[in-house]
């Protein structure tokens, strides 16, 4: 597999098999994944390779969502006019009636409240989120105080420069 980063072709092969199986890992692809020190360097370059094509994939894709998006929000849009033009037509001219449709207007009904915090209790309904504040935990945690059912994790991750 001949591309801009040139990874060699036993890796693409594995990864290829890699993608078939939804991105899960079995042992056998574990195994052939490892990096002996023999082949550090090559598997090294390939694996970064492999990192900044599947990257710049990821950011392709991250465009294109933003671009359906945006051309979503725009249709949206075109909709809710011609629906509202329709709407103006019907209250000029009445009900009406093309070969396959049939305009008019229905009655709806909906509650505005202009502010939540003046209502009675009785017409409220609260909602309660809790959270760990992970910040004020690691804070407590550093300075050596205790606290129930908490530690902090090291972890070990890859830096590439």
């Known amino acids: 597999m001949n591309n801009l980063y040139a990874i060699n072709s036993e890796l693409a092969l594995i990864l290829k098999e890699i993608?078939?199986?939804?991105?899960?890992?079995?042992d056998t692809l574990s195994g052939k994944l490892e990096i002996a020190e023999a082949d550090l360097m090559n598997k090294s370059e390939s694996y970064i390779s492999v990192i900044k094509t599947k990257e710049s994939f990821v950011s392709a894709i991250d465009e294109e969502i933003k671009r359906l998006q945006d051309l979503k929000k725009k249709n949206t849009n075109l909709v809710s006019k011609l629906k509202d033009r329709l709407l103006?037509?019907?209250?000029?001219?009445?009900?009406?009636?093309?070969?396959?449709?049939?305009?008019?207007?229905?009655?709806?009904?909906?509650?505005?409240?202009e502010d939540v915090n003046s209502l009675p209790n009785e017409f409220k309904t609260i909602k309660v989120t809790e959270s760990a504040n992970k910040k004020a935990i690691k804070d407590a945690l550093s300075s050596g105080k205790a606290v129930k059912g908490c530690s902090i994790v090291e972890s070990l991750n890859l830096k590439i420069s």
């Open 19 to 26: 993608e078939l199986n939804d991105g899960e890992i079995t």
């Open 88 to 113: 103006e037509a019907v209250k000029i001219y009445g009900d009406f009636e093309t070969g396959t449709h049939k305009f008019g207007t229905r009655k709806s009904s909906s509650v505005e409240v």
